[in-house]
Every structure is written in C-alpha cells, then in structure tokens.
C-alpha cells in the first residue's frame, strides 16, 4: 500500500453528505483507473466504485448506484468520492486504488488489480 493521499471522511447523520479525496504524486502516478473500495471488520474489501482515468466513464455497486459519484481531475491527479444520501450500512473504512487493473467493469472491481492504494479513511454514518 502507499503513494495515494485520502482526505475527507468522518461522521454524518443517515441521509447527509460526505466527499472523500484520494490524490497522488504526479512522478509515481500511472494508472488507467482509480477505484474506491471499503472494509467492515471481519469482511472482505468490497467494491464500490472506479473511474476510468482517461475517458472519466464510472462504473458503481448496486448498492451505491444513484447515490455516489466519482470523479478525476488529470491535471491534479486526484479522484474525488461524493456520497449522498449516506446510510448505516456505508459505515466502513473506505479506500482509494490506482494502477492499470484494465478497462473492463469486471476487472475494476477487482482490488487485487490496483497497485497503489491510499491509507484508508473512516466513515460513520448515523441513524
């Protein structure tokens, strides 16, 4: 793990809003793709959405869909998590990834094909 920076995160009420930000030095930075993944104690990394870096084109969970929105500034090398509309269940430690895990939405919800990852940012939502 290492080389990606996250900001934002902490504590919203069910229904609210959070950003999360995930940027990376321009010298170690090639990726194709920049993915958000989040954990719970005792389960598995999960998915939760990527962004094709090139094209900008997303791809998201089912359980995200409509509610989150990923985005990338190239210039900046940073990608950007909004979530709305929060629920209980969004409560994990969230994670940013980049690296060239390919282009297919298969493949980028896949967290063993990311190279970099960031240090991990908590999120509690509240009922």
């Known amino acids: 793990q290492g080389q990606l920076v996250q900001s934002g995160g902490g504590l919203a009420q069910a229904g609210g809003s959070l950003r999360l930000s995930c940027s990376a030095p321009?010298?170690?930075?090639?990726?194709?793709?920049m993915g958000w993944f989040r954990q719970t104690p005792g389960k598995e990394r999960e998915f939760v959405a990527a962004i094709r870096w090139p094209t900008g084109t997303a791809v998201y969970a089912d359980s995200v869909q409509g509610r989150f929105t990923v985005s990338r500034d190239v210039t900046e090398n940073t990608g950007r998590l909004e979530m709305n509309t929060v629920k209980s269940e969004d409560t994990a430690i969230y994670y940013c990834?980049?690296?060239?895990?390919?282009?297919?939405?298969?493949?980028?919800?896949?967290?063993?094909?990311?190279?970099?990852w960031g240090q991990g940012t908590q999120v509690t939502v509240s009922s």
């Open positions: 321009a010298r170690t930075f090639k990726t194709s793709a």
């Open positions: 990834a980049a690296g060239e895990p390919g282009i297919g939405s298969i493949q980028l919800r896949d967290p063993r094909l990311y190279r970099f």
